[in-house]
T-cell receptor
Framework: KNEVEQSPQNLTAQEGEFITINCSYS?????LHWLQQHPGGGIVSLFM???GKKKHGRLIATINIQEKHSSLHITASHPRDSAVYIC???????????FGAGTILRVKS | DTAVSQTPKYLVTQMGNDKSIKCEQN?????MYWYKQDSKKFLKIMFS???????INETVPNRFSPKSPDKAHLNLHINSLELGDSAVYFC???????????FGPGTRLTVL
């Protein structure tokens, strides 16, 4: 079993909907990253967090260290949010990243 | 200005050949990484370098040899290419080991 599990694997939403993507992990970590991979393949870092909550525009990321769980929320979703969202935990020597399998999000207009 | 750049963007080659992928960052970061994304889009760390020193070597076959001539560059040389090496390879950089990472555009390697 992967150390990082994401759900759902696929998500289709209507424009304007509130979206939640979940990430659970089974190891001790120093931080958790949320990444976005565009349809063209490029990867962008959205958030890096080790506690609490962070907000950037319409995106909100939360983490509960005790429950080993993080969520990424998108408010007022838009077709341009369509992408793969990847959770990664930072752990161990060198703080290497271990990735989840990604959530494929499609927002329809 | 491109922050993290990789060349080439696409690489098609025959089995058994030796090839290199170059990565450069102009962010002044001291840590660089190589990741492999397989056909199922799963990302995995291969190597990381901090100030030109190897920090992570993640059970990668020794046909893969990273080289960091300076803090701004981390190149990946692959000997005796195999079919299973076909993937997208991403370079990334960060300021220190535990900070946000900035990714290059990726190099799609196809081994025939």
């Amino acid at each position: 079993k992967n150390e990082v599990e994401q759900s759902p694997q696929n998500l289709t939403a209507q424009e304007g909907e509130f979206i939640t993507i979940n990430c659970s992990y089974s190891v001790g970590i120093s931080a958790l990253h949320w990444l976005q991979q565009h349809p063209g393949g490029g990867i962008v870092s959205l958030f890096m967090l080790s506690s609490g909550k962070k907000k950037h525009g319409r995106l909100i990321a939360t983490i509960n260290i005790q429950e080993k769980h993080s969520s990424l929320h998108i408010t007022a979703s838009h077709p341009r949010d369509s992408a793969v969202y990847i959770c990664a935990v930072q752990k161990g020597y060198g703080n290497k990243l271990v990735f989840g399998a990604g959530t494929i999000l499609r927002v329809k207009s | 200005d491109t922050a993290v750049s990789q060349t080439p963007k696409y690489l098609v080659t025959q089995m058994g050949n030796d090839k290199s992928i170059k990565c450069e960052q102009n962010l002044g970061h001291d840590t660089m990484y190589w990741y492999k994304q397989d056909s199922k889009k799963f990302l995995k760390i291969m190597f990381s370098y901090n100030n030109k020193e190897l920090i992570i070597n993640e059970t990668v076959p020794n046909r893969f040899s990273p080289k960091s001539p300076d803090k701004a560059h981390l190149n990946l040389h692959i000997n005796s290419l195999e079919l299973g090496d076909s993937a997208v390879y991403f370079c990334a950089s960060s300021q220190e080991i535990s900070n946000e990472q900035f990714f290059g555009p990726g190099t799609r390697l196809t081994v025939l």
